[in-house]
């Protein structure tokens, strides 16, 4: 089982509070994409970044309404914009060091999206099973994002049926080709920062299969959707 954080209190706990996963502190936006690039082989985008105006933070995108304030894409054609590469990406974020990291999914990972209590719920049932997990990133609006092999977008909605859910009845979406997630240490706002519940590690370079998460997910969900 990859380590996680505060993975067994934050269970109990999160129901009335979030959890309390230790910071990342002091790693600048370009260095974490730099390394995500390098070492992960993940690619990488710049968004969206945080400006201040009158003492208040908003998003540069310049919608006061900002759903993901500093935390989305910044260009319609972000897709094209992504690299692996960690050159490029220093020169991206070096253009702009206050962008948020994003990392498009359905290219070297897809990602299950869950309600933040449902994914401490799963990810202790999880260490129970003895699951291998790959990361999993824990966002201020207090969603999960569980990393899987690509392929998962596709077939995650008949997995889901066949463990006797209709999908539409769960608070589970799996992202693949033409979405993105945001990753640490990238902001959300004044709402705090997008952080890792299993941060990536050696031992969870290979990612599992969404088949071998879905049953723990699906349950957590589904046992969040009844209270």
């Known amino acids: 089982m990859e380590e996680t954080i505060g993975v067994t209190s934050a269970v109990t706990s999160s129901v009335t509070s ?10 600048a936006l370009l260095d974490a994409a730099v390394r995500y690039a390098e070492e992960r082989h993940w690619d990488v985008f710049p968004g969206t970044w945080l400006e201040v105006a009158e003492g208040r933070q908003h998003c540069s995108c310049g919608d006061a309404r900002c759903a993901a304030p500093g935390a989305h894409h910044a260009r319609e054609d972000w897709a094209n914009q992504a690299t692996g590469s960690a050159t490029a990406a220093r020169r991206l974020w070096s253009k702009r060091p206050a962008a948020s990291i994003l990392l498009p999914t359905g290219r070297t990972f897809d990602a299950i999206d869950v309600p933040e209590t449902a994914g401490f719920l799963a990810l ?97 969900c589904g046992r969040e959707g009844r209270r």
Not at 18 to 27: C, D, L, V
Not at 194 to 206: G, I, L, S
């Open 124 to 220: 202790a049932r999880m260490e129970r099973m003895e699951l291998t997990l790959g990361p999993v990133t824990c966002t201020p609006d207090r969603r999960m994002q569980f990393f899987v092999l690509p392929g998962a977008a596709a077939k995650v909605p008949d997995l889901v049926r066949k463990l006797g859910w209709p999908p539409a009845s769960l608070d589970l979406d799996a992202l693949g080709e033409g979405s993105y997630i945001a990753a640490p240490p990238t902001r959300f706002g004044g709402r705090g920062a997008v952080q890792w519940a299993c941060r990536p590690t050696a031992a969870n370079r290979w990612l599992p299969d969404a088949e071998e998460l879905i049953s723990p997910l699906a349950y957590a």
């Open 18 to 27: 979030p959890p309390q996963i230790p910071k990342q502190r002091g790693e």
